[in-house]
């Protein structure tokens, strides 16, 4: 079989950035023992970070990082999914919404006018910040701010090879415990390890540091128990709802609301 055969059976793959920092696509490049097998195992058609000749081809899989803050980044990812077969989330922002889409007070309108004040933006009509999930279906998602290089690079595989990756459905806090860390809320530590998802392996209360939620939410997380814990702990409700929502975006914003009121 030469090589033009081969090269044909690869499957096409692009990498796109929207709001966010771009840590997640860095993750990737800077992973230097896996970035050759990487661009190896597909025809990597677009990754701006990487990369100069991208193009518009029709799509296996799509990766798409950062959340979606202007009228025409929606329309952009309407169109990278209407030409891929999947589309994959990496990172918090493109997940959840990220920082940037935390159900804070004031509005967003509010803390817009702050920055802009009243100039109008000819070249982009802003939006309150959204998941990928919000304006077009997502496939998959791979947590983390930034994400894991080995929990991508084996999501990665397991869709080149067809399969339905799986992830990890428990908390931090299971992770803590393999780990025998200390409980940081016994000891009356903000930690966000009950309703964070694991795959970070517990390395921020392993150095004694409270887990701020940056995996995103854990998807049957108690949130009802978790907030009432706090609240006996002596945090106030403010407290409670901006660092709930610091890496969740939209992840629990419902739910906070619920118990904390609008």
């Known amino acids: 079989m030469d090589s033009k055969t081969t090269e044909k059976k690869k499957q096409n793959v692009g990498l796109y950035g929207f709001t966010g920092c771009n840590g997640d696509q860095l993750v990737i490049v800077h992973s230097e023992d896996q970035l050759l097998d990487f661009f190896g195992s597909a025809n990597i058609k677009s990754f701006s970070l990487a990369k100069s000749d991208n193009d518009e081809t029709e799509l296996d899989i799509a990766v798409i990082e950062g959340s979606i803050s202007n009228e025409e980044q929606a329309e952009h990812v309407k169109h990278i999914r209407k030409r891929s077969k999947l589309l994959v989330a990496i990172g918090n922002c493109a997940c959840f919404g990220g920082i940037q889409a935390m159900d804070v007070k ?9 920055v802009y004040a ?6 982009r009509k802003p939006t309150p910040s959204k998941p990928v999930g919000e304006i077009v279906k997502v496939d998959f998602c791979v947590p983390g ?5 080995d929990q991508f690079f084996f999501v990665f595989g397991q869709l080149l090879l067809g399969n339905q990756p ?14 025998e860390n200390e409980c940081l809320l016994l000891k009356g530590i903000f930690c966000v390890g009950p309703l964070t998802a694991a795959g ?6 392993y150095h004694n540091l409270p887990c701020l939620g940056c995996w995103g939410p854990v998807a049957e997380g108690n949130v009802d128990s ?6 006996e702990k ?3 409700v403010e407290a409670i709802r901006r660092r709930l929502g610091m890496h969740t975006g ?6 906070l609301k619920k118990l904390l009121g609008a």
């Open 226 to 231: 978790h907030v009432q814990l706090l609240k």
């Open 145 to 149: 701010c930034p994400i894991d290089a």
């Open 118 to 123: 009243e100039n109008k933006l000819e070249l």
């Open 200 to 205: 970070c392996g517990a390395v921020c209360p």
């Open 106 to 114: 004031p509005s967003w309108e509010t803390r817009f006018k702050r």
């Open 250 to 255: 939209t992840g629990i914003s419902e739910s």
């Open 234 to 236: 002596g945090f106030t």
């Open 166 to 179: 799986v992830l990890p459905d428990y908390p931090v806090c299971a992770e803590c415990r393999w780990r």
